[in-house]
């Protein structure tokens, strides 16, 4: 049997094969705004796409839909909008229409935002979104490897977000525009807003420098970002170097807060995505583990866990799970 996940991420957009032999790829974002790669193409490459039994896919935000539901009963590719923080760019969007004219059998995975049922009333009422899609399938890779029900799952890459796991459900998240820094996405300060007020800057321009290329004085692209802050961490710039540890202080302080909260006894937190798994040249799991609490494991997954979650999702909803993680899952007839 053959299941495939998608991760909808902000550098590109990355598959797995979930076969006894695991199979990643990614395809960049700007190779897919150009046109010079096709998704299906690079997936026939790697296995029979007849042999599909079931594909479950990430696309931007996932506002638009609070279940998981077949691909050809979704609206507006699940998504309201298109514009303002998070702006869709067009490489995922192409990916999405190749598979939806597919007849590849799909599922689409919802974000996680103020209509998601399993969230605590209290996130709900104070934040309008909390998550993009595929922090879902980066939740169900740490629930399936970790079988934890109560746990912190955050993902630390181009922008930061955590997650709240109570009794097997989603219960509250943290999105990357209010709270923690990430490479290159981050919360709007005082000085953003006003300058967003002054029609100097958009909300999505300062949202896409407020992680640590705004402390390192960094302006490149995103998927150049990493690359060069560690060039220049290597080097020994010591603004770069303030830049990771102010990056790490907010993350800390986002999974401390989730932690605060939490009405059940944490069994584990996980870290992911390029940064929080990192450990060279920059050891970002080991300064972020050093600061949270030792008596609870604190683990990590490899940056392939949202298209790694997506699969299992894929497989579980094909052997007839109807909820994951408190998602339900739309009669798929």
Known sequence: MVFIGMDHGTTGVSFTILTDKPVHFKIGREELSKGSASALQQLNKRVDLKSIDLMAITYAMGDGINTIMPIEKVKDRGILSMEGAGKVTGGGTAVYDEIEKSGIPTI????????????????????????????????????????FENMVVSDISSNTVSMLIEDGKIRGAMDACIGAMGLVHGPLDLQMIRDIDDGLKTANECFSRAGAVKIANLDTKVSLAKEELLQRYI??????????????????????????????????????????????????????????????????LPPTSGSVGSAQIAKSVFEGKNNILGIKVKNMN
Do not use: W
């Open 235 to 300: 080097k020994g710039d010591e603004m770069t170097a303030l830049a990771f540890k102010t990056m790490i202080m907010t993350i800390l302080m986002e999974i401390h807060g989730l932690i605060g909260i939490t009405d059940s006894q944490l069994q584990g937190i996980v870290l992911t995505g390029s940064i929080g798994s990192m450990r060279k040249p920059y050891d970002f799991f080991q300064e972020i583990k050093m600061g949270l609490n030792k008596s609870v494991p604190i683990l990590k």
């Open 108 to 147: 689409l995975i919802p974000g996680i935002h103020k209509n998601t049922e399993c969230l605590d009333p209290r996130f709900k009422a104070a934040y309008s979104h909390h998550a993009s899609s595929e922090k879902i399938s980066i939740c169900y890779n740490a629930y399936m490897e970790t079988g």
